[in-house]
């Protein structure tokens, strides 16, 4: 019985895309003495002893076995059996770049359903932050922001609350309280998303890395729980 080598990956490939279609190996039928006879498909996980198979182009060969080192291997198997298979067999270090990068690409994926695309769009959230924070430097509570608010000049009130006082004006509202507001929910629901999302990613990672072999490092990353929250 063959059995998959750790780090291994199978990839069924048509005849056509390795081979040159008009080889006379891989004709729908063989010889067997005078008599003409059907091929028959290879099982890949069971190869009989009696299959012919070339890997990577070279002379086919009976008795073969399913290669365990490094590399991309391409087995094609002739007369009696056809079938063709690639077999991919990942180092450590290359099966950990591997499960990282799915890590790093489902977190970002994950990460842009609550932050918006778009260069100028994180400009605006960023100012919109600044004038979180510039409202609550003004007072712990609503009444002496507010009351500091209103002690700025017009021109100092523009240059610091500008978003919230355009979307205030938008919902005519007598002032950007209620703007800020709005600004600093929406903020805090997406931080808590985007630092949940990179608490996983980064405790993901730490796993992955710190197991010894492929197979430590395949459960680590089938472990991860994009649910988690604390």
């Known amino acids: 019985m063959q059995e998959v080598p750790e780090g291994a990956s199978l990839v069924i490939v048509p005849a056509a895309a390795i081979r040159d279609p008009a080889a006379t190996d891989i004709n729908a039928d063989y010889f067997d003495g005078s008599a003409l006879k059907a091929r028959l498909t290879i099982d890949w996980s069971a190869i009989a002893s009696d299959a012919l198979v070339s890997t990577n182009d070279a ?48 977190a970002e994926r994950r990460r842009m359903l609550v932050m918006s695309p778009g260069g100028s769009k994180k400009t605006v959230y960023s100012l919109k932050q600044s004038e979180v924070d510039n409202w609550n430097n003004l007072g712990s509570t609503l009444a002496t922001a507010l009351t500091a608010f209103l002690a700025l000049s017009v021109v100092k009130q523009k240059r610091k609350f500008r978003f919230a006082l355009a979307e205030a004006a938008l919902y005519g509202e007598p002032n950007p309280a209620a703007a800020i507001a709005r600004f600093a929910a929406g903020s805090d629901a997406a931080n808590a998303e985007a630092a949940r999302i990179e608490a996983i990613e980064q405790a993901s990672v730490a796993t992955i890395k710190a197991a010894t072999t492929i197979t430590a490092k395949r459960a680590a990353y089938a472990a991860i729980n994009w649910n988690w929250s604390a």
């Open 59 to 106: 002379a086919p060969v009976a008795g073969f076995k399913l290669p365990t080192a490094p590399g991309v291997w391409r087995l094609h198997a002739v007369g009696k059996y056809r079938g063709d298979l690639t077999l991919t067999i990942q180092t450590v270090q290359e099966a950990e770049a591997t499960f990282v990068e799915q890590v790093k690409t489902e």
